[in-house]
């Protein structure tokens, strides 16, 4: 599918770093089980949580807008969407820390 709008395009871009970058804040946190790396997640989570409230807003409000969109609008905030479960997924594995016995 070919992307037309430039804020879809961004938000895509927002979500995928939004999620690497959250990842790789995870797995330093089960390799070192550093305070500092789960506060640096934890500020890392608000932000990002803002940033991505925002895009999500603006996407509703472009689907809005441009309705003759309504397809690329509608899959961009469905891809864009999946961030929150992932992310509700990483703050179970730090609350239950599965690694801890193995560190």
């Known amino acids: 599918m070919q992307i ?4 879809n395009k961004n938000a ?4 995928t770093i ?14 070192t089980q550093s305070s500092i790396i789960l506060d640096i997640g934890f500020f890392y ?5 803002v940033l991505n409230a925002i895009t999500f807003i603006g996407l509703v409000v472009n689907s809005i807008i441009n309705y003759q969109y309504y397809k690329e609008n509608l899959s961009t905030i469905l891809l864009f ?3 929150i479960p992932v992310t509700i997924g990483y703050i179970a594995i730090v609350m ?3 690694f801890l016995e193995y560190f």
């Open 12 to 15: 895509l871009i927002i979500a």
């Open 81 to 83: 969407s999946i961030n």
């Open 18 to 31: 939004s999620f690497l970058s959250g990842t790789i804040v995870l797995l330093l946190f089960l390799i």
């Open 96 to 98: 239950s820390n599965p």
């Open 45 to 49: 989570v608000i932000i990002v949580f």
């Open 4 to 7: 037309v709008q430039s804020i």
